[in-house]
């Protein structure tokens, strides 16, 4: 499997300024072929051109149009082309938006390898072609040193320069595995993650929520970078303090969900969720939905788990996780969402309603288990509501 590990680098001066010419030109070798394509079209309308006859045009005539391309590593240049072709054959295949052209104002990135093996990692420096820069200092080393470098990608990002590295590295080795039993996990918006625990032990997470928490200090930033004139030095600075501020978030955010996710994976051989509306979310809570990032933390729980040769379960859309009694298997009445806590009407349990769901979830399906059979006999799973979201049933407790 290919595996990418995002590096930090620190370049020097020099090596900064041909990070930047490298950038400028992988941006306006991708445009030129695109423009290529785009007269093409207009020649031909409706013609599906072939990507491999653009390419050839488009080397012909680079040196002319932009003869300092002569001072630069081709790969850049051709790593460009490669991302032009790949936009335009998804383009094709329907998986994207009609190709446009990339603005000067889009994030410094360049692609540095010539194929597997022209970029060679040793220790905490990276080795480089000589015109795109050398050997560059890395803040740490490559977790697989021995594997041959396939892929090589430098980006700048709020001042900062990145390599992005891709490894094959063989499922087999990779060196950690999975424990045993199955977990449950209930996601939320209040409690992000409830975790049942194959003991049976019930654990609470929250999220740190950055965006949250330093909103009051980006509205401040924008604010200022608004009232900077266009094109000067301070509205540089200005939009750089927006980014760094935007990058800390980030960062705060992903360490938060690979350091969750790694646990989990780490915890259990079955890591069972229960299939979420997210797009529901997004439209409600748009802005708490997207820094609490749900969607990543589920898309980290799968690869983890298949890395580690454990198993990722989402469980039945309709399986009323919340309403669903762990103790005795009664389904409650709707619950409204402030609901926390409700009563069991059968067996008088005070049951709370996130770790009661996680439990659920983890013993999931419901052949551990017989589940209650109504009248029609039909077992309470069977036309449950997707969102769990109603009136509140008179045996509810307490909200929040």
Known sequence: MLVSQVIELRPSQRQEEAFRRHAAAARIARNDLIALWREEGKRLPGFRFKTVELRPQVNRVKYAAHPWFRELSQNAVKGGMIDAVDAIERYYRGQNRRPRF?????????????????VKMDGKALTLPAKAGGDVRTKEPLRWPDKVIRECRIKEKAGRWF???????????????????????????KTFATIAYPDGTIEKVDAP???????????????RLSRRRQGSRNREKARQAVARRHSRMANIRKDFLHQMSHRV????????????????????????????APAEFLRQLEY??????????????????????HGCGTQGGPLDLKVRRWRCPSCGSILDRDGNAALNIRDWPGATRSLPVDANGKTSIEGALAVEAGTACPETIGAD
Not at 102 to 118: C, E, I, V
Not at 270 to 282: C, F, M, N
């Open 304 to 325: 983890k788990a298949e890395w580690r040769g454990g198993t990722f379960v989402k469980a039945d859309w309709h399986f009323p996780s919340s309403r669903l009694c």
């Open 265 to 292: 994976t780490a915890s259990g051989h079955t890591v069972q969720v229960e299939s979420l509306p997210l797009r529901g979310w997004q439209r409600r809570w748009g802005r708490k939905t997207s820094d609490l």
């Open 209 to 223: 929520q950055p965006l949250r928490r330093s909103l009051k200090a980006l509205r401040r930033a924008q604010r």
């Open 102 to 118: 990339h603005s000067r104002n889009r994030t410094l990135a360049f692609r540095a390898d010539n194929g597997p093996d022209t």
């Open 163 to 189: 390599a992005s590295v891709r490894v094959d590295v063989n499922p087999t080795e990779y060196p950690h595995q999975c424990g045993n039993g199955v977990l449950g996990i209930d996601l939320g918006l």
